[in-house]
């Protein structure tokens, strides 16, 4: 197996989607299909089940994956060592961000790059599901978080943004024409909310019970931002988001209503205690420096 189909299939295994995979890659879905098809014959087993509504890894999906990745990753970082030898760098700093807002932090990630041009910094987007998990396994270097994070091996680190609620409903919904609305009226709908792996940080971004003691009940969790976005506009669920991606969910079939009983959502930098490096703290540093963002 060629070392881009590996990385094919470990991308489809993380995405379960081949347009996302495709779209990640640079490559078409045709390419993806293609590549899974091939490793497919020469182990002589299905990796992936398909369906019109999903695509799940087989057992013999899941152990390739578990067998794989570590090697993969083992020779991904020697290449992203050499490249940086080659180029004059000496580091990179993987971020995470759990916000849809990289663009309006450049003033951070461009004072960072000035103050630091020996050091490359990469900017992704998180997934959803257990985002600890994704900081813990070394996927990332440091992540940008909704508070509170209370992770004996984490460091909580300067915030970056307060920003306020709102609750995204789609434009039929009988809420849709409201000016505003509190979380204890939202209470008869449906929410969706990723599996995050520990109830305390779900509760700090949707409450389990509101102040009037009313249960906020949750719907079929939303593993990525287009199935959410799917939900919603369905009716399915509503969701309350930072108010943030009115500007960067501009569309038609979805309304975002302010929340005025539920106080501003804070994101802060997060890294493990046990890693933390010469550019996290840099980075840090130009976050404090220029004070958090008030949205």
Do not use: C
Request: glycine share 6%; no cysteine; aromatic share 10%.
């Amino acid at each position: 197996m060629e070392l881009r189909d590996i990385e094919i299939f470990l991308t489809l295994a993380e995405e379960l989607h081949f347009g996302r995979t495709a779209e990640r890659l640079h490559v078409t879905p045709a390419r993806i299909t293609q590549a899974i098809k091939k490793q497919e014959r020469q182990i002589g087993a299905l990796l992936f089940e398909r369906t019109n509504r999903s695509v799940r890894l087989t057992t013999v999906g899941e152990q390739l994956r578990s067998d794989l990745l570590p090697h993969y990753e083992g020779l991904a970082y020697g290449m992203r060592r050499a490249k940086l030898a080659a180029s004059g760098q000496t580091a990179v700093l993987r971020l995470g961000l759990m916000p849809f807002n990289i663009s309006e932090f450049r003033v951070f990630w461009d004072e960072f790059r000035d103050r630091h041009p020996h050091w490359q910094l990469k900017l992704r987007r998180m997934h959803y599901t257990d985002p600890f998990e994704q900081l813990r396994s070394g996927e990332f270097d440091a992540v940008v978080l909704w508070l509170p994070v209370r992770e004996p091996d984490f460091v909580v680190g300067p915030t970056l943004f307060h920003d306020p609620r709102v609750l995204a409903v789609a434009d039929d919904h009988p809420l849709a024409d409201r000016e505003s609305v509190t979380l204890e009226e939202t209470t008869e709908y449906l929410h969706a909310m990723a599996p995050l792996g520990s109830r305390y940080w779900e509760d700090g971004y949707l409450p389990f019970i509101t102040p009037g003691g009313n249960p906020v009940n949750r719907g079929r969790p939303a593993l990525h931002a287009d199935d959410l976005i799917d939900m919603i506009s369905t009716g399915e669920v509503v969701h309350i988001f930072p108010g943030h991606v009115r500007r960067h969910w501009g569309m038609s079939n979805i309304r975002f209503i302010p929340v005025t009983d539920m106080p501003p959502i804070s994101y802060a930098l997060i890294w493990r205690s046990e890693l933390e490096s010469e550019p996290i703290r840099a980075v840090a540093e130009v976050i404090r420096e220029l004070g958090a963002r008030q949205l």
